[in-house]
């Protein structure tokens, strides 16, 4: 098979390492790739919203698959767009990626079902806003509605930080439209958890749980960014507990969203926070997670593309997902300075001694001299797998030692709660 990969980030290196490891895959294609995934696949120079010149590209080249990794293309309709071309796409139709698409959306929708969630408020006024949450005090939760790279989402600690991110969303507009709607949230308290899901339809096949960590520094301080590190399995959590989450909320929002005329095809991905009173909603995402991707594809034993064909064919109910028992750690090195502003093309050495690790790249680049350079915020993610938590923590961490360039930044504490 060929197939052709949609992004450039860590998520899509991962997806075609898993890929390559199957015997079916021929030939992956990545638009527009990275320094790292142009080490497997072939760099194709098109961007995510190039929607007819991909789809003409996947004509031309035979691709029997194309694999959408980022929201962004998915929110804007790329899987219809080729749907309507007749060629084969793994991911949401836009009606459906609106569950990442609009937090005021998604809020409904689990109000509507009665599916576990913060109890919550929406506003489009600035001033209706702040009236509310100099009501409710803090701790409290502010989300910008739409897409805003992971970054839309403020834990306010104090109500100076509530206000603060009320006016940087409603009124400084950070996020642009994102912020046109914002939704004020209870605080809840309990460990975040992600649990990715192959979804057809109302078919729901769980992925091995992972747990993410937001904030840029150790002890989860300092701002949310995109994820700076996670791991495989959450031993802290029972196999229980895990099931409890899927049958009471992932498997009635797929149910849902059938319900409301939107099936969902593709990953969904539940951030959950596992409170005293059970698991409940945070978020959900329409894609694979950056960097949940990294560990969770690390575990997986049954063969990726088959998993992709049967659901993109309405067959993921006849699928058997098998899992590896080992332990997988995800350790994102970052420029300095992210999630704030950072510099490009520094040149990063010590990739050639990792040992022990996989090397995911996220944003990265090759300058003229051939030479990987920093190019985005998370540039790598230093994954390793062991039999134990303590086995795949060293080797990540004795890998990420081995790699250089000015600002390197990462929290040293990824995996410490499962210890």
Same mark, same amino acid.
């Given at each position: 098979?060929?197939?052709?990969?949609?992004?450039?980030?860590?998520?899509?290196?991962?997806?075609?390492?898993?890929?390559?490891?199957?015997?079916?895959?021929?030939?992956?294609?990545?638009?527009?790739?990275?320094?790292?995934?142009?080490?497997?696949?072939?760099?194709?120079?098109?961007?995510?919203?190039?929607?007819?010149?991909?789809?003409?590209?996947?004509?031309?080249?035979?691709?029997?698959?194309?694999?959408?990794?980022?929201?962004?293309?998915?929110?804007?309709?790329?899987?219809?767009?080729?749907?309507?071309?007749?060629?084969?796409?793994?991911?949401?139709?836009?009606?459906?990626?609106?569950?990442?698409?609009?937090?005021?959306?998604?809020?409904?929708?689990?109000?509507?079902?009665?599916?576990?969630?913060?109890?919550?408020?929406?506003?489009?006024?600035?001033?209706?806003?702040?009236?509310?949450?100099?009501?409710?005090?803090?701790?409290?939760?502010?989300?910008?509605?739409?897409?805003?790279?992971?970054?839309?989402?403020?834990?306010?600690?104090?109500?100076?930080?509530?206000?603060?991110?009320?006016?940087? =969303?409603?009124?400084?507009?950070? #996020? &642009? $439209?994102?912020?046109? *709607? %914002? !939704?004020?949230?209870?605080?809840? /308290?309990?460990?975040?958890?992600?649990?990715?899901?192959?979804?057809?339809?109302?078919?729901?096949?769980?992925?091995?749980?992972?747990?993410?960590?937001?904030?840029?520094?150790?002890?989860?301080?300092?701002?949310?960014?995109?994820?700076?590190?996670?791991?495989?399995?959450?031993?802290?959590?029972?196999?229980?507990?895990?099931?409890?989450?899927?049958?009471?909320?992932?498997?009635?929002?797929?149910?849902?969203?059938?319900?409301?005329?939107?099936?969902?095809?593709?990953?969904?991905?539940?951030?959950?926070?596992?409170?005293?009173?059970?698991?409940?909603? =945070?978020?959900?995402?329409?894609? #694979? &997670? $950056?960097?949940?991707? *990294? %560990? !969770?594809?690390?575990?997986?034993? /049954?063969?990726?593309?088959?998993?992709?064909?049967?659901?993109?064919?309405?067959?993921?109910?006849?699928?058997?997902?098998?899992?590896?028992?080992?332990?997988?750690?995800?350790?994102?090195?970052?420029?300095?300075?992210?999630?704030?502003?950072?510099?490009?093309?520094?040149?990063?050495?010590?990739?050639?001694?990792?040992?022990?690790?996989?090397?995911?790249?996220?944003?990265?680049?090759?300058?003229?001299?051939?030479?990987?350079?920093?190019?985005?915020?998370?540039?790598?993610?230093?994954?390793?797998?062991?039999?134990?938590?303590?086995?795949?923590?060293?080797?990540?961490?004795?890998?990420?030692?081995?790699?250089?360039?000015?600002?390197?930044?990462?929290?040293?504490?990824?995996?410490?709660?499962?210890?």
């Amino acid at each position: 098979m060929r197939v052709l990969v949609i992004g450039r980030g860590g998520r899509e290196h991962a997806i075609i390492w898993s890929l390559l490891k199957s015997s079916n895959v021929e030939k992956v294609y990545c638009a527009p790739g990275n320094a790292g995934i142009g080490q497997l696949a072939e760099n194709v120079p098109l961007n995510e919203h190039q929607f007819q010149e991909l789809a003409e590209f996947a004509v031309d080249h035979a691709i029997d698959l194309v694999v959408v990794g980022p929201e962004d293309p998915l929110f804007a309709g790329i899987v219809d767009y080729m749907e309507a071309k007749q060629i084969p796409v793994f991911g949401p139709r836009k009606n459906a990626a609106e569950i990442e698409g609009s937090k005021v959306f998604t809020k409904d929708l689990l109000h509507k079902y009665a599916i576990p969630t913060a109890a919550y408020e929406t506003f489009e006024s600035y001033d209706e806003a702040l009236a509310y949450v100099r009501k409710q005090g803090a701790p409290i939760v502010i989300k910008a509605d739409g897409l805003a790279a992971g970054k839309g989402v403020t834990v306010a600690a104090t109500l100076e930080e509530a206000e603060e991110a009320l006016r940087v =969303i409603m009124v400084d507009k950070q #996020f &642009g $439209d994102a912020g046109n *709607q %914002v !939704v004020v949230e209870e605080f809840l /308290t309990g460990q975040e958890l992600s649990i990715l899901a192959f979804v057809d339809g109302e078919t729901v096949r769980p992925m091995a749980a992972a747990q993410d960590h937001k904030p840029a520094y150790d002890g989860d301080r300092g701002p949310n960014t995109g994820g700076m590190g996670t791991y495989s399995p959450v031993p802290q959590f029972s196999q229980e507990l895990i099931d409890e989450a899927v049958r009471t909320i992932i498997e009635p929002t797929a149910k849902a969203m059938v319900q409301e005329g939107r099936p969902f095809r593709g990953v969904l991905f539940a951030g959950l926070m596992m409170t005293p009173q059970g698991p409940k909603t =945070i978020e959900f995402n329409c894609r #694979f &997670g $950056d960097p949940e991707t *990294q %560990v !969770v594809l690390a575990r997986l034993e /049954t063969d990726l593309i088959d998993i992709m064909m049967a659901t993109v064919n309405g067959r993921l109910a006849d699928m058997d997902i098998q899992w590896s028992d080992s332990a997988a750690v995800c350790v994102v090195l970052s420029a300095g300075g992210y999630p704030g502003p950072y510099k490009k093309g520094d040149v990063i050495t010590g990739l050639d001694e990792v040992q022990e690790s996989i090397v995911f790249h996220a944003g990265t680049a090759l300058n003229a001299n051939g030479e990987v350079v920093t190019n985005g915020g998370r540039l790598l993610g230093v994954t390793a797998v062991g039999a134990t938590f303590q086995e795949a923590r060293a080797k990540a961490y004795a890998d990420v030692d081995r790699i250089r360039y000015e600002g390197k930044h990462y929290r040293t504490d990824i995996g410490a709660k499962a210890l």
